[in-house]
């Protein structure tokens, strides 16, 4: 009982970091803005931009680390929604975005590591500068949005949650992501297009 209370306490702990990390973060895009392209590196030291798969309907762009435990709850489900839509055009980007230096769990090494242990089928890209975690407006980790394509451009479609259970996947009423992707999949417009993003809040660097 006590280790389940301390296990709570810490994640309330991040979450209230995270509100405030919140605060410093810029307000970045809105659903249905266009998504300026970016180019970083990948885990196998490849440069990975939006426009580097032609095929792509869109993308989950999920902003996301090695060590917060809310990232970590959440990295099955990660790997799962690639697993379903990658196929149908919708492939999962992951992005790395603290500082290492605050982080050190978050070094591009480890990063390497975590990709190779957990197979992970999809990029997972580390933005050095933080410049793109910054014009998102990403706060947490996970920060998930979802871009839809839009003749050679991105439109955000989704911002926010991957669903309403951190805890338990199994006990989710809401699956915000995959709604979202199957409507966009269906042509419709999305239901719900944005929810508040619950996790650790991103390691800035400091001024």
């Known amino acids: 009982m006590k280790t389940i209370f301390k296990t709570q306490l ?3 702990l991040l979450l209230a970091v995270g509100l405030v990390s919140a605060r ?4 970045g895009y809105k659903v249905g803005d266009t998504v300026q392209d970016f180019s970083l590196k990948n885990v196998d030291g490849k440069m990975i931009s939006l426009a580097s798969n032609s095929q792509v309907k869109g993308y989950i762009i999920t902003f996301t680390c090695n060590t ?6 959440y990295e099955e489900r990660i790997i799962a929604l690639d ?9 999962v980007l992951a992005i790395q ?31 050095e500068t933080q410049a793109i975690a910054q014009t998102f407006g990403a706060t947490n980790t996970p920060h998930v ?7 050679d451009k991105f439109k955000v479609a989704y911002i926010g949650a991957i669903d309403n259970n951190s805890q338990d996947a199994s006990q989710a009423t809401k ?4 709604e979202a992707v199957d409507e966009l999949l269906q042509g419709k417009a999305v239901t719900t297009p944005s ?13």
């Open 24 to 27: 410093f973060a810029p307000a």
């Open 145 to 151: 949005f979802v871009v839809k394509k839009d003749g």
């Open 10 to 12: 810490a994640l309330l």
């Open 97 to 127: 975005p603290n500082d290492p230096g605050i982080s050190p769990g978050d070094s591009y090494d480890l990063m390497q590591k975590r990709a190779k242990d957990k197979k992970y089928a999809f990029p997972y890209l580390v933005d």
């Open 83 to 91: 697993q379903k839509y990658a196929s149908k055009g919708y492939p």
């Open 175 to 178: 699956k915000y992501v995959e």
């Open 195 to 207: 929810a508040k993003a619950i996790g650790c809040g991103i390691k800035w660097k400091k001024a």
């Open 68 to 73: 917060c435990p809310v990232a970590k709850l």
